[in-house]
């Protein structure tokens, strides 16, 4: 258990729909970030919150959208999903910045049919 | 922003035999650099990382990574690999600080 926890841990849902993907950073981490992993792509960033705040943004489509509540949790929407979206999406936290490295949550499996 | 390339994609090895995992970055300025590994079904988790000084940094199960900043490169070694070993191998780095890139990962298959 690497202390962050990402829901669910797969998740299959149709095209054209919506889902919420839920992170919470290891105990003391204030910045939060997310990856998207396929076969093809390997592993994209996305965006990096830091103590609620959007710090940086990678590849992220439009139809996505990430937050980082109070409590540092953090949950990324995918909207109007596709079939490309289907790919693992990770979550990573660290103290501050990257510049010490991440450490990863599970990831959470998505299947778009 | 700064990319990163990770020459083979998939290496198969025997049990004892040594192994070296290409990792190379376009960026020039100072860089942090690090390697992750991915067993399996599971989260991916730092081998080891590069700020500054001695060039070779070692990591846990033995693995170590030599920076040549000529080369731009970050190679990964370990002198005798295990069934264990089996897993996928990510090089990264960062410029900014904001984030990781991350190279396309090298697929390490040990047989017995």
């Known amino acids: 258990d690497s202390g962050v926890t990402q829901t669910p841990k797969h998740l299959i849902t149709a095209t054209g729909q919506r889902v919420t993907l839920r992170c919470s950073p290891r105990?003391?981490?204030?910045?939060v970030y997310w990856y998207q992993q396929s076969l093809d792509q390997g592993l994209q960033f996305l965006i990096h919150?830091?103590?609620?705040?959007?710090?940086a943004k990678g590849n992220i489509l439009e139809r996505f959208s990430a937050q980082q509540f109070p409590d540092l949790h953090s949950e990324l929407n995918l909207s109007s999903l596709e079939l490309g979206d289907s790919a693992l999406y990770f979550c990573a936290s660290s103290v501050q910045g990257a510049n010490y490295g991440y450490t990863f949550g599970s990831g959470t499996r998505l299947t778009v049919v | 922003a700064q990319s990163v390339s990770q020459h083979n994609h998939h290496v198969i090895l025997s049990e004892a035999a040594s192994l070296e995992l290409g990792c190379n970055y376009s960026y020039g300025g100072t860089v942090n650099l690090f390697w992750y590994v991915q067993y399996p079904g599971q989260h991916l988790q730092l081998l080891l990382k590069?700020?500054?000084?001695?060039?070779l940094v070692k990591g846990i199960k033995g693995f170590e990574a030599e920076f040549i900043k000529s080369k731009f490169s970050f190679n990964l070694r370990k002198p005798s690999v295990q069934w264990s070993d089996t897993a996928e191998y990510f090089c990264?780095?960062?410029?900014?600080?904001?984030?990781?890139?991350f190279g396309k990962g090298t697929s390490l298959l040990v047989t017995p």
């Open positions: 919150y830091y103590n609620g705040e959007e710090r």
């Open positions: 105990s003391g981490d204030l910045s």
């Open positions: 990264a780095v960062t410029d900014s600080g904001y984030a990781l890139n």
């Open positions: 590069y700020f500054s000084g001695d060039p």
